[in-house]
């Protein structure tokens, strides 16, 4: 006779208007980790495993409707309706950067080795931006008609895939921004 599994569900409260989005860490050395986002805008970090609150970011002025972690859960980053992106210091918290848009900001992430932040946005636009480098102008693609709904690096980072509200997915070369 198998064995029956019994799964107990984890309930993670805190956030005081929904929750829009969710994002994991790889495994790390203390675990794994996980993001939400909220149209309260204050993104929380938890245990992956347990649901454990760790901390709060605080800093935007509007709904954070995406989250990203890089590869070892020592970098956050947002997506918000106060038309930015922001880079955050996953174990202090304090705010590294903060990319302006002309638009909200709907998804963000990390390029595979975390050198990079893909953004998308109601600009219709996908920008990267080199974190090594943030005061440099992003790499922009263009061509979709509607706001981005969500971004992804593939392909070791060489290409970029998205789905906007043009009813469309795209897929994009990096090296030739097409």
Request: contains cysteine; glycine residues 8%; aromatic residues 8%.
């Amino acid at each position: 006779m198998a064995a029956t599994l019994r799964q107990t569900p984890l309930t993670c409260s805190g956030h005081t208007r929904p929750v829009v989005h969710l994002a994991f860490s790889q495994l790390c050395p203390d675990g794994y980790f996980l993001i939400s986002a909220s149209k309260d805008g204050k993104p929380m970090l938890r245990q992956g495993n347990t649901g454990d609150w760790i901390g709060t970011f605080e800093g935007h002025k509007g709904a954070v409707w995406g989250v990203a972690l890089n590869a070892d859960a020592s970098r956050a980053a947002t997506a918000a309706a106060d038309f930015t992106a922001k880079i955050w210091d996953a174990v202090s918290g304090e705010e590294l950067h903060s990319f302006s848009h002309s638009h909200i900001v709907k998804t963000v992430a990390y390029s595979p080795n975390s050198v990079e932040l893909l953004t998308g946005s109601h600009e219709k636009l996908l920008k990267i931006f080199n974190l090594e480098k943030p005061e440099t102008e992003p790499q922009v693609f263009a061509g979709h008609t509607g706001g981005l709904k969500h971004v992804l690096f593939m392909n070791d980072g060489k290409q970029m895939v998205s789905c906007a509200e043009d009813k469309t997915i795209r897929v994009w070369d990096k090296a030739s921004c097409q």
